[in-house]
């Protein structure tokens, strides 16, 4: 190295990801400034290697870090510990958060076949601060499948999505709102009109997605709009027979003939409802589907092969959020659940690699 002056070699264990291995290079003096130029190229910061702390954060992401520092253990002979286990997965999932402007997927994204889709919901962790909601977005593009009459609501298969990005964050509903509308204009997706918005009847979402996405159109998640049908009719039928007739009709009149449908159905609930019964149930159901006059357009969206349910994001919760973050006895710093959830999904796509690829600073694995 030019103008630099050797100043003897030193030793040092270190981690790696073929096992624990002791590194001699020769320590350089520049000016009055010292170091070891062989640890940037070789991508070593700590004890830890780079390529390490991809293998043990991928671990830590997947199990539970006590499960990580076993599963290590029994599969590359390491002795790391879930403490520090732990320590490197938040170090990586604080990284990817705020690398996300600079990701490489937004032209991918933007060239994946099919049309935008963005569903939004919320699940509970446990957290030092109690039990927490942790709101979650998932963006992404899908193709349409084959045309479905209403009868085949249920039974249809659509494609999977093409490409998928997800934001997670325990926050309020306006923050939450920041960080999706940075995501979306990211993706090109803000202004789509092909957009679709998927979800329950929380009013912070539908609030949400007027503000981010104001062209998409918006769909009321099947399912949980047939809950809504079922418990009124269980409400003024009981578990009697009939009630079971009643249900069918509602779904029926809800999935073709969307509002105009369930309205006209209601009124009909109401004329044959048991002498005696309350319908306080029916009128709720008709005032919480008015909330919904535009998302309800079920048989139109058949019969284009697009989503009616939000399924996607309800998957995402139980994929990157219940099947981590909720085993028995966890508890998590709030300010690490949404980092965590995001690093989860990015596990699984190309942006995991170019992560790693940008940390350890090297061309060639260890």
């Not at 709101?135 to 999505?161: F, M, Y």
């Not at 149930?281 to 139109?300: K, T």
């Amino acid at each position: 190295m030019p103008g630099s002056r050797a100043k003897g070699t030193h030793a040092r264990w270190i981690l790696s990801a073929v096992g624990r291995i002791r590194l001699r290079r020769g320590y350089r003096v520049v000016g009055r400034d010292g170091g070891y130029p062989a640890d940037a190229v070789l991508g070593i910061g700590g004890y830890v290697s780079g390529h390490a702390q991809r293998m043990a954060t991928l671990a830590g992401l997947q199990r539970s870090f006590a499960h990580a520092e076993s599963l290590l253990g029994e599969l590359c002979g390491w002795r790391l510990d879930d403490n520090t286990i732990r320590q490197l997965t938040h170090a990586a999932a604080k990284r990817a958060q705020q690398e996300r402007a600079t990701r490489a997927d937004a032209g991918p994204f933007a060239d994946a076949a099919g049309d935008p889709e963005v569903a939004i919901d919320a699940g509970k962790v446990n957290t030092t601060d109690g039990w927490r909601d942790v709101k979650v977005a998932v963006i992404c593009k899908r193709e349409a499948g084959e045309a479905a009459t209403p009868g085949e609501w249920d039974s249809r298969e659509l494609p999977a999505p093409t490409i998928r990005s997800v934001v997670a964050a325990i926050e309020e509903a306006e923050h939450f709102r920041t960080r999706v509308r940075r995501e979306t204009d990211r993706l090109g997706v803000t202004t789509a009109t092909a957009c679709s918005v998927l979800a329950d009847g929380a009013e912070w979402i539908w609030h949400l997605a007027g503000a981010v996405l104001p062209q998409a159109s918006g769909v009321l998640d099947i399912y949980h709009a047939l809950g809504h049908v079922g418990a009124a009719v269980k409400e003024v039928w009981g578990e009697a027979p009939e009630g079971e007739r009643h249900r069918s009709a509602g779904t029926r009149a809800l999935v073709s003939g969307g509002k105009e449908g369930i309205e006209r159905w209601i009124g009909e609930a109401m004329a044959s409802a048991p002498e005696g019964r309350p319908t306080d149930a029916l009128l709720g159901l008709a005032a919480y589907l008015a909330n919904h006059p535009r998302h309800l357009d079920y048989a139109v969206r058949l019969s284009r092969g697009q989503s009616i349910g939000s399924g996607q994001v309800e998957g995402a919760i139980k994929e990157l959020v219940n099947l981590r973050l909720k085993r028995t006895g966890a508890r998590w710093r709030w300010e690490h659940v949404g980092p965590l959830v995001e690093l989860i999904a990015l596990s699984d796509t190309p942006e995991w690699h170019r992560l790693w690829t940008a940390a350890c600073k090297c061309q060639n694995p260890e």
